[in-house]
């Protein structure tokens, strides 16, 4: 019996490793849950339930003994490829290609992986992509250099004030103001025409896309709780944008 329920506290480890790794990584509510249980089923444990929020996972087995575990989130960001690497080692489980231990090797080094691009490279993307949201804005071309410049500023003074303040309300705050402000220069030295166009280009990669989309696939998926609360947390970084902004504007 004590071999059985430490072979449980074994999977059990492994499923909510995996959730956590995806939740923290933007994954979906149901794609977080569906994995958790298919990794528990592959195992030998049928009845398991999982429950999450954007800040917590619960995770219970009924049998031999019911036993449930609760793993605390506290930082989350967009990482796809975590999750495409996650899904492959759950892929692995399900087909019996590797057993407990491997699997749980294989998301520890997931867990622990660095970010594949440098800072420096993000910063880079950041602007250029402001350039082309310009374009695809229908800015004008004479823009184009303004708007990857205010958004390459913003995306860097992001990224370097949520490692000094790890408060996301923050930082995104203090990206917006360093992107009104610099967009307002631009257009008011000549260097921009369009302050508008600039200052929404901009801000597109701060936005929180995949997070809005998260909410409302929660939501239609009947998962209220996440869904409400990754809206709030939408809400609020759509917030901290705008603040950011109004209050360059309005001085």
């Not at 619960?58 to 575990?69: D, G, L, N």
């Not at 492959?88 to 970010?115: D, M, Q, W």
Request: charge should be negative; charged fraction near 15%; include cysteine.
């Amino acid at each position: 019996m004590n071999d059985s329920i430490k072979q449980e506290h074994d999977i059990m480890k492994v499923c909510l490793l995996a959730g956590k790794i995806m939740l923290q990584s933007g994954a979906e509510t149901y794609r977080v849950e569906d994995t958790m249980t298919r990794m528990a089923a592959s195992f030998g444990v049928e009845n398991s339930h999982s429950y999450m929020t954007p800040t917590g996972i619960i995770f219970s087995v009924e049998e031999p003994q019911h036993i449930t575990r609760l793993i605390r989130i506290s930082d989350r960001t967009t990482n796809l490829y975590k999750i495409d690497q996650v899904n492959n080692v759950s892929r692995s489980v399900s087909l019996g290609e590797i057993t407990l231990e491997e699997a749980y090797r294989n998301l520890e080094r997931i867990e622990h992986e660095k970010p594949l691009y440098p800072t420096w490279m993000l910063i880079l993307l950041a602007a250029l992509a402001s350039g082309c949201f310009l374009i695809m804005f229908r800015g004008i071309w004479p823009d184009f250099l303004p708007a990857a410049v205010a958004g390459g500023l913003g995306f860097t003074c992001f990224v370097f004030m949520h490692r000094v303040i790890p408060v996301r309300f923050f930082a995104e705050f203090s990206g917006a103001l360093l992107i009104g402000i610099t967009s307002l220069l631009m257009v008011r030295y000549g260097l921009g025409q369009h302050l508008d166009t600039i200052i929404i280009s901009s801000v597109m990669p701060l936005v929180p896309g995949l997070l809005i989309t998260n909410a409302i696939r929660d939501l239609m998926a009947g998962h209220l709780v996440s869904g409400l609360s990754k809206g709030a947390e939408a809400f609020v970084t759509s917030f901290a944008i705008g603040a950011g902004i109004a209050f360059t504007l309005s001085f």
